[in-house]
């Protein structure tokens, strides 16, 4: 019984941790238009800049306006293109791509604000870039009741 009870767990546990999707490091883009440019900014999850990333724009018909790749600090711009949708690809290698849908406005058209928090911050940046709390909640209480189970039927299996 004890050797089926530690088989058990461990292919919980490796059936856990292949199921899962690994994501070290997820990639985030966001695009602002600025003085006849739209900036593109790349960064990882974990606020550092996504340095040396391959940047393309292409229109909806898949036809690459712009090219080009991030700085140190994870920026690149280009001159703003004409009117209509666009879709901005960013790959910063070893699997990290994130893509980004823009809308240039008519011109004379004022921008869409980009949403910005009370210090200054982009929030859609800081909300990417933030510390997950509800996830680490739901996995430290996954732990628990695990644990839980675990003890509970350790001490069922010492009164047999």
């Known amino acids: 019984m004890r050797r089926f009870l530690r088989t058990g767990v461990s292919a919980l546990f490796l059936l856990a ?8 490091h997820a990639l985030g883009v966001d695009c602002q238009l600025r003085g006849g440019k ?33 700085d140190a600090k994870g920026r690149w ?22 893509k980004k849908s823009i809308v240039i406005p008519p011109f004379g058209t004022p921008p869409a604000p980009t949403p910005v928090t009370i210090d200054g911050t982009n929030s859609a940046r800081q909300d990417f870039t933030g510390t997950p709390w509800v996830r680490i909640a739901i996995g430290l209480a996954a732990i628990g009741a695990g644990s839980a189970a675990l003890v509970l039927a350790m001490r069922l299996r010492k009164r047999d």
């Open 17 to 24: 941790m292949t199921s899962a999707p690994a994501l070290a």
């Open 77 to 98: 711009s280009f001159a703003v293109p004409a009117p209509g949708n666009y879709l901005v690809h960013v790959d910063a290698g070893a699997g990290h791509r994130a």
């Open 38 to 70: 739209v900036e593109v900014e790349a960064f990882f999850d974990d606020d550092s800049p996504a340095e040396k990333a391959r940047v393309e724009v292409r229109s909806l018909d898949d036809q690459v306006i712009a090219r080009g790749s991030t």
